[in-house]
């Protein structure tokens, strides 16, 4: 019998695809990530993956009878997603601390605890899906069943090691049949909510933690037009992001946007919504998934997890790629990850610089 650690945030997902994996015949046993502590986040308990949320997580352990354990990440968590989180808001990007989390949480810190243990598979709640394509030797990762839970944004990071040994129990689900299940075995969070913050900023005041994380008050700046023309001041280039339109602070008598940021002068350049629009933009730390081959390819590219697909055309060169979209998109911001995909096949992605 194959042995699967499945990852469990005390969410719906991760507790049916506990239910999914043991009618499937695998022994599985549970594992919860503690990330962060109350010291480092305040408000703990509204976020994912806190303490209540690692309760919720046992208690539907013992309710298949299946073992649960706990793995202490904090401080790997703290290096590597909450920090660089912090240093590129400082630095004038936006980053995508969910992908960073996968990255080095999910898929690799548990993935090599799990081999470890002798287990042979890890496991997560992810709408999403895996598999081997015999003709390339390439493992694919693809998208789920239901196209408005999809999460292979977030996921593109995977390496084909980390795929070879994943599993995603919910790939041809979907939220009604998920909830239903739950229901049917009386699981204490059927009803329980999705998670919509980052776990570690659960109020979304991106600014107020970074200023008690780092422990240092930012540099107020100015706004500018996009001919350079100063407009007004602002309190720091972390409390705006690319494409922002409310919450400015300022009136101009049109709707304005967030247009570009410099961290180094504190500007914030406002403009049109059509001053948004790129068609084209450069990627470092490009990672191939399904296509391992440098090249030109026609692909749909996705700019940020909300986003819609565009079409383009790809250069892709090591880990680096070139896009080029037809027609432009809008509001492709530095820091963020742009995905590139094939048709229902993640190809690779990178992040937009």
Known sequence: MKR????????????????????????????????YGNDTVGDAES???SLSDISDAASVCRRLG???IVLNFSDVFDKYVISPFVQSYL???????????????KFDLMLERALL?????????????????????????????????????VLYCLTQHQLAHTLFPLASSNKPQIRRIAEEHGLVNSSKPDSQDICFVPDRDYASFIRRYSGTEEKPGVFTDTDGNVLASHDGVSHFTVGQRRGLGIALGKP????SKDSSTGTVVLGDEQDLYKSEIDLISYNKVSIG???????????????????????????????IFDPPVKAAAPGQACVLYDGDRVAGGGVIV
């Open 4 to 35: 699967v650690l499945l990852g469990m945030s005390g969410g719906v997902d991760s507790s049916v695809a506990a239910i999914l994996l043991l009618e499937q015949g695998y022994e599985v046993c549970g594992c919860s990530l503690k990330l």
């Open 47 to 49: 976020s994912c993956c």
């Open 66 to 68: 299946i073992d649960h």
């Open 91 to 105: 630095s004038g990007s936006t980053p995508n601390p969910c992908i960073e989390c996968n990255r080095y949480m």
């Open 117 to 153: 243990l002798g287990f042979d598979y890890i496991a997560t709640g992810h709408y999403a899906d895996v598999g081997l394509n015999s003709a390339t030797g390439r493992y694919e990762l693809r998208r789920s069943a239901d196209p408005s839970k999809d999460q292979t944004y």
């Open 256 to 259: 304005a946007f967030v247009i």
């Open 293 to 323: 081959e440098d090249g030109e390819y026609r692909l749909t590219a996705k700019v940020r997890y909300s986003n819609g697909e565009a079409p383009c055309t790809a250069v892709i060169s090591g880990d680096t790629a070139h896009i």
